[in-house]
């Protein structure tokens, strides 16, 4: 790289520690503004749902973009999780590929990875959209099956709106600062790049769940002790407050899946598989 390199980042475009941690700081930060919303502009339970949901929807669709620029072809011997409209033998390494530039300041974009990234996106966003607008359905006593959550979408407060943009463009500076400034695109293929909102996804969704379960029976047993009222905010504090918790760890774990050289743990997890070291 010529010149001199950014503040906070090494010759080859790796962040130093405290780098990292700015970087990281930033995505918490985003994560914890829900929360906040609470006491600074009195958000709802449900107006801090969707802004966690429209938050995954978003991460989807911006490392959806990611993937066009990946290099590398997608590769299915020896892969674990493979996604969806994913040939048996992935993509032709001996075929050439056609690549775009569309922008100057941007990587070339591989036309082969749009035959993956679309329909996965297509029914990544369509199940998210399904899955959220049944709790909001839900929350708000509105009939299953119903169109009636998307009313709470166009409802939101301008701080809320306010907020998603802030959440949206968290991911956008954390795709900059881990995907495109140490050109991970030239190492990984559009496979591994969808892995990287697909995998936090997936364990939200699991640890919901369960956590959902627990919630419910939590305010229950306060509500037949104290009352209904407690029983609210025990499902608001119990609910946000456990979300929270579990998204900062995710997103710890992805962040580390990212930049650390041989991640462990919980981040090794969130690293896309690459098939080239498991043969």
Known sequence: MSGSPDAGVDGTGAPHPAGRRREFAAVALASVLPVAGIGLFGWSFTSIFVLYWLDLVVLLLVYGG??????????????????AWV????????????AIRPVDRLPPVHT????????????????????????????????PGSLR????????????????????GSHCLDAYW?????????????????????????????????????VLLAAAAVGAVVGDAAAYRTLVTLGVGGFTMV?????????????????GGLAAWFTPEDPRESA
């Not at 990611?66 to 996604?83: D, I, K, N, Q, Y």
């Not at 407060?157 to 949206?168: F, I, P």
């Not at 998204?247 to 050289?261: C, I, P, Q, S, T």
């Open 247 to 263: 998204k900062l760890v995710v997103d710890w774990g992805r962040f580390r899946a990212e930049r650390a050289d041989d991640p």
């Open 66 to 83: 990611c993937s066009l620029f990946a290099r590398r072809p997608t590769v299915v011997e020896g892969r674990e999780m493979r996604l």
């Open 112 to 143: 082969r990875n749009v035959r993956l990234l679309v329909p996965n996106l297509v029914l990544g966003v369509s199940l998210l959209l399904a899955a959220g607008g049944a709790v909001v359905n839900f929350l708000q006593g509105h009939p």
């Open 178 to 214: 881990g995907y495109f400034r140490p050109r991970r695109y030239e190492q990984l293929s559009a496979h591994m790049v969808l892995e990287i909102p697909i995998r936090p996804i997936l364990l939200l969704f699991a640890a919901s769940a369960v956590g959902y379960v627990g």
């Open 87 to 98: 040939g048996e033998r992935g993509d032709d390494a001996t075929a050439p590929s056609t």
């Open 149 to 168: 959550w998307l009313s709470e979408l166009s409802s939101l407060t301008t701080s809320a709106v306010v907020g998603v943009a802030a959440m949206a």
